[in-house]
């Protein structure tokens, strides 16, 4: 108890800073987590933030992405981030109906609920789970095996994956084959690789002449932002006197959510804590198809399907960190594989390699009670932060962001902070690294439809896995 409240102060503050550049990153369309979230929380820890504030920095980040990337995805209609597009359907056919404002109040407020819903959930799975994290790291290489190979199955690329997965592999042993005649040993690099490899494939296609002139455009693109609703002018002065008065205090959602919403977020939070395992996109569609097939009146359906899903983004997330770290201390889920892969390796700070029998992540300086009570933390900086900005500024945020902030300088940002933490890492060796594995990462991302997390999974096969399985046949 003693050393949880000597923690106490950093990981409060580290939450509010998590939660206050997630609430303004979710804002800006396009904003992929694994690209933003893990090479921040890479930042962390290597400037030597203490393990309690890098998980409540972690976890404030990513739920309050998760509330603010509603924002462009129900008002101008493109994707905040990976998981906010099985959200993008409804959220049109809200705007047709000329309610985005609603649906956005909704999809933020299920956020919210299923956060405080999917900690304790996510906690309790993990110590049911926990007696058998002894054998499942005896078994580790051949687990990282079958889950990296079932994550990709579950993928939009489906056997595509699986085998997609095999080259990608082998590309992996031999950089590291390659980089370490060299005596230079990289593991960060490859992370921020994966994480960026979408982006490098534009970079690198922009650099084609013919690409380049296809894609060049002769003016600014036009986007419709959905209109700033406000209350009619038949109000009375009471009632305009309790809107404003509403508007100073904090925002319940309760009252903005009717029961049956609140009884489906509470539901699927609960279903998607327990399936850590699997794609937190292919979950999301699953609940949202759950949800909607049990309510009849179509706007109800619509705005239920719209909670629950947008609440099942933060579960997802929230399970498929808390459980693999508590249960395991190995990143055994496509979240903990590739946003929250630092949290697990982050030389020299945190490495996970149980073949070779290190498991030093941040599983090892916290207990559950750490875990428990430093994941609600976040969620308070969270929803303290980005649940009244996005309620009260979701419109005029919409509207910076279209007209004033550059995409261009963003992808420029998180560039220049890629190519400072490689040249930290590994110098050359570990530019060329991230660019060869963003390269075909990105490329298979794009053209076989894999996600991050797949990637991020072949990674572990090659470095714990095919040594391991080699070790025990005698290879």
């Known amino acids: ?53 890098v998980f409540t920095f972690f976890m404030a980040a990513a739920i309050s992405k998760h509330m603010t990337h509603a924002v462009p995805t129900m008002l101008l209609g493109i994707p905040g981030d990976t998981l906010a597009v099985p959200i993008l359907e409804d959220a049109a056919k809200m705007r047709a109906l000329g309610l985005p404002h609603l649906a956005l109040r909704k999809a933020i407020s299920g956020a919210v609920v299923s956060a405080f819903i999917a900690i304790p959930c996510a906690v309790l799975f993990a ?7 002894d054998l499942i790291t005896a078994f580790a290489p051949w687990i990282f095996l079958i889950a990296a190979a079932g994550i990709a199955y579950s993928s939009r690329a489906k056997l595509g994956g699986v085998v997609a997965l095999v080259p990608f592999v082998a590309f992996i042993l031999g950089l590291q084959a390659w980089t370490g005649s060299f005596e230079v040993s990289l593991s960060i690099s490859y992370f921020l690789g994966i994480a960026i490899g979408p982006m490098i494939v534009d970079l690198v296609t ?49 009252r903005v959510l009717d029961r049956t919403q609140v009884t489906a977020t509470a539901a699927t939070s609960v279903v998607s804590s327990a399936t850590f395992v699997f794609s937190p996109v292919a979950v999301t569609v ?3 198809e759950i949800v909607g097939a049990r309510i009849k009146q179509g706007y109800q359906r619509l705005t239920s399907v719209i909670t629950a899903k947008n609440g099942t983004t933060e579960s997802t997330y929230i399970a498929e960190t808390l459980i693999p770290l508590i249960a395991f201390g190995l990143p055994l889920s496509p979240v903990a594989a590739g946003p929250a892969a630092p949290l697990f390796n982050a030389p020299p700070v945190f490495e996970t390699n149980p073949d ?12 559950t009670l750490d875990f428990f009570i430093f994941a609600l933390l976040g969620a308070v900086c969270a929803t303290a932060i980005a649940y ?3 309620m009260r500024y979701a ?35 570990g530019l060329l690294v991230v660019t060869a594995v963003g390269l075909v990462g990105g490329m298979l991302i794009r053209t076989v439809k894999l996600h991050a997390g797949v990637l991020f999974m072949g990674y572990y096969v090659a470095v714990l896995s095919v040594p391991g399985i080699l070790a025990a046949f005698g290879g």
């Open 206 to 254: 922009v650099l084609v002449p013919q690409n380049r002139s296809e894609m060049r455009r002769s003016k600014p693109s036009q986007v419709f932002l959905a209109p700033d609703v406000r209350p009619g002018d038949g109000e009375d002065a009471d009632a305009v006197g309790r809107r404003k008065h509403a508007g100073r205090t904090f925002p319940n959602p309760f």
């Open 1 to 53: 108890m003693e050393m949880l409240l000597q923690d106490l102060p950093i990981a409060v503050l580290m939450g509010l800073i998590g939660a206050i550049v997630f609430t303004l990153i979710g804002v800006v369309s396009g904003t992929d987590e694994t690209a933003t979230i893990a090479p921040l929380t890479l930042v962390v820890i290597l400037i030597g933030v203490p393990p309690a504030g």
């Open 127 to 133: 110590w049911i789970l926990s007696p058998f994290g």
């Open 356 to 367: 070779e029998g290190v498991v030093n992540n941040i599983a090892t300086h916290l207990t």
């Open 286 to 288: 699953l609940m949202g």
């Open 388 to 390: 009244p900005f996005a």
């Open 395 to 429: 419109h005029s945020a919409a509207t910076f962001v279209v007209t004033k902030v550059s995409h261009e300088a963003i992808i420029a940002a998180f560039v220049g902070l890629v190519v400072v933490v490689s040249l930290w890492e590994g110098g050359l060796l």
